[in-house]
């Protein structure tokens, strides 16, 4: 019993406050700016003319965050699925005509797990190269090295290569 | 499926394999007593506990330790959460079917969670009262494991050691100091860790505890928890490198380190089995894309900086051992991509399994198979030299049936009535998916989840006018309750009956444990015995779906 209740307030002191705030002190100091979590992680809505993440089950809002949690048989996916292709066709054909549901890559219609997912697919951004280029009266090329050069295992991140873009 | 994805698998159970004689070795040298760099805070935490160090429990004592600093873990826990209204600028109180759930979920080292902690919970309930647990209820599964295993080794006396000691040295020499170097790797990745959002600290025991339970309500898919491919690669070796020393710290305490070899070649090829099937079932197209003429890989749920073969591995991985933190929606897995989660919860976590958890599982099928084995040769069966008797057998099957027995009657209440059915969310077989899918893991004590199943309902945002279910809530939590304590208790018995036990010397017609022969006996005891238990409702469930185009 003394055992019990002496181990439990030791580890709420030690683990339960003075780790995690002492974590926090370190990280605070090492990295200011990555501990406070960076907005350059979280997707968020897009202007028209730039690169859009992928689709979100909450609408990139946080509070809280939620899966989309639809199965791989459910009427609903597929429903879902259709309405993003549809928008991402409208939004991409004019500047890559041609384009059909079976070339779209799959994460530009599928909804992400976070709901904030920051990265788009190496192909999914070339796509999206034609529409920024056209919109924003950029050289196709530029933009499509600014893509290659966000590249980092498979995944681009959109605000990076927003930002990127905007210069 | 890539040649880059087969090559990060490979090159994980590479290193998951190196890392283990080193984890292992380590904590045989702790729990020898051999590291005591830490004597000086020890010596005075056991003095104001007012335990001896010297003095061993035999093993009724060490179970009623283990009940009685668990049951003061629920009560503190519990009273935490109930009392979050007096913390000001927080969401309110959760309601108490919630906190029931919750409070057991944590110090069961399951960490089911029904409600989202962003808007659920302070930061304060969430460093001081959770991740308290997260550290608390992987130490006890470490000091039982270890318990057990002196037991089955020790060649006289009837002592298992001190709770309170082992679980001490637990956290002081393995859990502290191994969280304090990964959550300072997390933060270099971009883990978030400040004032409000405290996460690398609690990400670190998450996962080394084989805890699970997110900071936020996506778990590890939220970049503030695991931003970069590095991290969740890191993520993956941390939740398993515990519970894969473990069998090598069997064998060094066994004196025969091959014995330990074995249990961990009977794990690791059941896991190749398990992440080789996910990988190739997320690489297809499912149902639903198809319907919407969309052709690809299942990235539905997933995230991109992971892409198919990180998000499968870390779903393997984390229903192999009983963590349950998720980088993707194991409900939009394929139909038989989310058969393999549910089928490797239903060994009863002893593929790796939590810290402690899943070798003292698996120790209770090698005793198993050694009866087997030795009823088809016409031999006593014998584990290390000692004679398996009867009470030993009696108490093994006891507690290798309790869980799925648990979890069967759950799912089965849970689909039958209208409380039950209030929790599903989806339609078809999906729906029973869900359900099954909550009460494998919770019994299981994993804490993954099929998310679209509900216990809890926020309209609000805030606690505030929120509703928990009961019977999800109370369900879920007698089920972790069962699934925790019944096979600790009675792994703890056969440690006690075999403890003391005359040690034959092995001879010519001795069955080994440590060959490759018995480590095939080992995997088809579990898959017949545990597995078996459990095809007709996995049947009805994802495998319907994988196997079929329909949408429902």
Same mark, same amino acid.
């Given at each position: ?32 700016? /990555?501990?406070?979590?960076? +907005? ?42 259709? /309405? ?25 219609v599928t909804s992400s797990a976070s709901g904030v ?7 999914? +951004?070339?796509?999206q190269a034609r529409r920024v280029a056209k919109l ?20 681009? &991140?959109? &605000? ?8 | ?137 992987? %130490?006890?599964?470490? @000091? ?77 898919? =939220? ?23 473990? #069998?090598?710290? $069997?064998?060094? *305490? ?24 996910? $990988? ?33 591995? $870390? ?9 349950? @933190? ?44 050694? =009866? ?29 049936i309790a869980v799925p027995l648990v979890v069967l009657?759950?799912? %089965?209440? !849970? ?35 099929? !998310?679209? $199943? #509900? ?26 309750? %069962? ?34 022969? =018995?480590?095939? *006996? ?31």
């Amino acid at each position: 019993m003394r055992a019990a209740v002496v181990m439990l307030l030791a580890c709420t002191l030690v683990l339960g406050l003075a780790y995690p705030l002492a974590m926090t002190g370190a990280a605070q100091l090492a990295y200011p700016a /990555k501990a406070d979590g960076e +907005a350059r992680l979280i997707a968020r809505p897009q202007p028209r003319d730039l690169f859009q993440p992928r689709p979100s089950a909450t609408g990139y809002a946080t509070d809280p965050t939620a899966f989309n949690n639809l199965g791989p048989n459910q009427r609903d996916l597929a429903a879902q699925l259709r /309405k993003a292709v549809r928008a991402y066709l409208r939004r991409e054909r004019p500047s890559t005509p041609g384009l059909t549901a079976a070339r779209i890559p799959v994460d530009a219609v599928t909804s992400s797990a976070s709901g904030v997912d920051p990265d788009i697919s190496e192909a999914n +951004a070339l796509i999206q190269a034609r529409r920024v280029a056209k919109l924003r009266g950029l050289p196709l090329g530029r933009v499509q090295a600014l893509v290659r050069e966000h590249v980092s295992h498979g995944a681009v &991140n959109v &605000n990076d290569l927003n930002r990127a873009v905007r210069r | 499926m890539t040649a880059g994805g087969w090559l990060e698998i490979g090159l994980f159970l590479a290193i998951l394999t190196a890392l283990t004689p080193v984890v292992g070795g380590y904590l045989a040298r702790v729990f020898g007593g051999e590291v005591a760099f830490l004597g000086f805070a020890e010596r005075p935490l056991y003095r104001l506990m007012g335990v001896d160090p010297e003095h061993g429990q035999d093993w009724r004592g060490y179970a009623r330790s283990v009940l009685i600093f668990s049951a003061g873990s629920f009560l503190l826990l519990y009273a935490i959460l109930r009392t979050q209204g007096l913390q000001p600028g927080g969401p309110g109180a959760p309601p108490p079917n919630l906190s029931f759930n919750t409070a057991v979920s944590f110090v069961t080292n399951t960490n089911w969670q029904y409600y989202a902690g962003e808007t659920t919970m302070t930061a304060l309930t969430q460093m001081a009262g959770l991740a308290v647990q997260n550290f608390a209820s992987a %130490a006890v599964g470490i @000091a039982v494991v270890i318990a057990v295993i002196r037991g089955l080794v020790a060649r006289s006396g009837r002592e298992l050691g001190v709770f309170f000691v082992d679980a001490a040295r637990a956290i002081l020499y393995v859990l502290l100091p191994l969280s304090l170097l990964l959550a300072a790797f997390f933060v270099t990745q971009g883990v978030a860790q400040s004032t409000h959002l405290p996460v690398a600290s609690q990400e670190a025991i998450k996962l080394l505890g084989t805890n699970g339970g997110g900071f936020f309500n996506v778990n590890s898919a =939220f970049p503030f928890e695991n931003p970069t491919w590095l991290s969740n690669f890191v993520q993956m070796l941390a939740i398993l490198a515990i519970p894969a020393g473990l #069998t090598a710290t $069997y064998g060094r *305490m066994a004196g025969n380190r091959r014995q330990g070899w074995a249990v961990f070649a009977a794990m690791l090829s059941l896991f190749v089995v398990a992440v080789a099937a996910l $990988y190739a079932a997320e690489s297809a197209t499912t149902p639903a894309m198809h319907a919407a003429g969309v052709v690809g890989p299942n990235m539905e749920g997933k995230e991109q900086r992971f892409g198919i073969a990180s998000s499968a591995l $870390y779903a393997a991985v984390t229903t192999a051992a009983s963590c349950g @933190a998720v980088n993707a929606a194991m409900e939009s897995l394929s139909g038989l991509g989310g058969a393999v989660p549910m089928a490797q919860m239903m060994t009863g976590e002893v593929i790796f399994g939590g810290v402690g958890s899943g070798l003292y599982g698996m120790l209770l099928f090698v005793l198993l198979a050694v =009866f087997v084995a030795g009823l088809m040769v016409g031999r006593t069966p014998e584990l290390l030299g000692k004679k398996i008797e009867a009470r030993e057998i009696k108490l093994t099957v006891l507690a290798t049936i309790a869980v799925p027995l648990v979890v069967l009657f759950s799912s %089965a209440v !849970a689909i039958a009535t209208k409380h039950g059915r209030a929790s599903i969310s989806a339609s078809g077989p999906q729906g029973f998916s869900e359900t099954l899918y909550a009460y494998v893991s919770q019994g299981n004590n994993n804490g993954s989840a099929f !998310a679209g $199943y #509900t216990g809890f309902l926020q309209p609000h945002g805030t606690n505030r006018g929120a509703v928990g279910l009961d019977l999800a809530n109370y369900l879920g939590g007698a089920a972790m309750l %069962a699934g925790r304590f019944l096979p600790i208790v009675l792994v703890l018995a056969i440690a006690g009956a075999l403890a003391g036990k005359r040690v034959s010397p092995a001879g010519p017609g001795t069955l080994r444990t440590d060959t490759p022969t =018995f480590v095939v *006996m080992l995997v088809a005891v579990v898959l017949i015995v545990a597995l078996l238990t459990f095809v007709p409702a996995l049947l009805l469930g994802p495998v319907v779906q994988g196997l079929s185009g329909r949408l429902f």
